[in-house]
């Protein structure tokens, strides 16, 4: 079993900064893709921001500039720091973990970020 919990979430005023973590824990594996998504309400889930094994990363272009993608090998975990935060960055961000082989997606239950002013 893959458990992965996120925390950092919370209220921010525009403009501030956001320090998302998501560590996994339980059979850990062959992870190719650790990311992060989001969904506000009434919308889809999207893409904020991934890594791959080998240092790739790939962000949305709403975030490009603003928000960093990192992750520390030895704790099994992934962050995104999210600075300059605007209103439409309110959602609920899950973290992503592609693992194992074939490749299986794993999330996390998910965090609140709101930004308001």
């Known amino acids: 079993q893959v458990q992965l919990v996120e925390s950092g979430g919370g209220l921010v005023q525009i403009g501030g900064s956001l320090r998302l973590s998501c560590a996994a824990s339980?059979?850990?594996?062959?992870?190719?893709?650790m990311g992060w998504y989001r969904q506000a309400p009434g919308k889809q889930r999207e893409l904020v921001a991934t890594?791959?094994?080998?240092?790739?990363?790939n962000y949305a272009d709403s975030v490009k500039g603003r928000f960093t993608i990192s992750r520390d090998n030895a704790k099994n975990t992934v962050y995104l720091q999210m600075n300059s935060l605007r209103p439409e960055d309110t959602a609920v961000y899950y973290c992503?973990?592609?693992?194992?082989?074939?490749?299986?997606?794993?999330w996390g239950q998910g965090t609140q970020v709101t930004v308001s002013s």
């Open positions: 992503n973990f592609a693992m194992g082989f074939p490749p299986q997606n794993y």
């Open positions: 339980g059979s850990i594996f062959s992870i190719w893709t």
């Open positions: 890594l791959t094994n080998t240092g790739w990363t």
